[in-house]
């Protein structure tokens, strides 16, 4: 496809399983980002890889979320023992290029993860 | 706290009319200042996108305005239309982490026939 793709669409855990949730970029695209969003407010960075090197996990919350882009194209963001403030969706974002100065950042649709 | 700020938080406006949506930011220095569109269960899609030397930018009938001495913006929409109704996001970025977006909370529009 042409798009950010990610999946599953929905995705319903129970209290402390783990989750694994995939981002297919743009092909080429360099630059991908994982972002948090709760609800009624704006995303939040969770994480950067340029190609395969992640160059900055500082939005990560917790060292029960990891992600990994191991071939520089599919990323996977993997939370361990979810809690329920882990409810939230989660957004990836491609850019082109790596360090993507005023260049737009591509948006998937997301996963909508719930924790019950 | 949050390093952008929007207002309002949400507004209805009648189809063909315009409206303005405000943006205060306190990121300093910034590196650049962007307006992003995001429907109902979708992901948020790229608007405009500012530099600080940059005063306005248009998309169409999308009209963003920067001041950077003032730390904000303004995001216009002329002559609105049903598909418009949408959330619409300020996102501005600091100059030493220019690929770490801040993200406002939005401003929900509802444009009703």
């Known amino acids: 496809g042409a798009g950010v793709s990610q999946s599953p669409r929905y995705k319903v855990a129970k209290r402390g399983q783990d989750v694994a949730l995939r981002c297919d970029p743009i092909?080429?695209?360099?630059?991908l980002f994982w972002y948090q969003q709760a609800l009624g407010q704006g995303p939040e960075f969770l994480t950067y890889?340029?190609?395969?090197?992640?160059?900055?996990k500082s939005g990560l919350p917790s060292d029960r979320f990891f992600a990994e882009r191991p071939e520089g194209s599919v990323s996977t963001l993997k939370i361990q023992r979810t809690q329920q403030e882990d409810s939230a969706v989660y957004l990836c974002?491609?850019?082109?290029?790596?360090?993507?100065?005023?260049?737009?950042?591509?948006f998937g649709d997301g996963t909508r993860l719930s924790i019950l | 706290k949050n390093q952008v700020e929007q207002s309002p938080q949400s507004l209805i406006i009648l189809e063909g009319k315009n409206c303005t949506l405000q943006?205060?930011?306190?990121?300093?220095?910034?590196?650049?200042l962007r307006w992003y569109k995001q429907d109902t269960g979708r992901g948020p899609v790229s608007l405009t996108i500012?530099?600080?030397?940059?005063n306005t930018k248009s998309n169409g009938r999308y009209t963003a305005t920067l001041d950077a001495d003032t730390k904000q913006s303004s995001l216009h929409i002329t002559a609105s239309q049903l598909s418009d109704s949408a959330s619409y996001i300020c996102?501005?970025?600091?100059?030493?982490?220019?690929?770490?977006?801040?993200f406002g909370a939005g401003t929900t529009v509802t444009v009703r026939a």
């Open positions: 974002a491609s850019s082109l290029v790596g360090r993507p100065i005023n260049q737009p950042q591509h």
């Open positions: 092909s080429g695209h360099v630059s």
């Open positions: 890889f340029q190609n395969e090197a992640q160059l900055d």
């Open positions: 943006c205060n930011y306190t990121v300093s220095p910034f590196s650049n």
């Open positions: 500012m530099t600080f030397s940059e």
């Open positions: 996102v501005v970025s600091l100059r030493s982490n220019d690929y770490k977006l801040s």
